[in-house]
């Protein structure tokens, strides 16, 4: 979700609102990108029941992103 933000973000950077309008092939991937972004926060709350365990480990350590990204 993140990463699909964060390209959003760099396809538009440094271009004015006028150049973005013309450019269609920016318009198509930033809109792409979005919509990337919203079907997975749809998910957001269906992940979250399906992982509580990873949940708890989150709100009490960080280092718990080691575990999952480990695994």
Do not use: H, W
Not at 27 to 55: C, D, H, Y
């Amino acid at each position: 979700m993140l990463g699909a933000v964060y390209a959003a973000m760099q396809f538009v950077k440094n271009m004015t609102f006028a150049e973005f309008e013309k450019d269609r092939k920016t318009i198509f991937a930033s809109n792409r990108a979005i919509q990337i972004t919203g079907e997975a926060a749809k998910k957001i709350p269906e992940i979250m029941v399906m992982m509580p365990p990873i949940l708890e480990d989150l709100q009490e350590d960080d280092s718990c992103l080691l575990k999952i990204s480990s695994n």
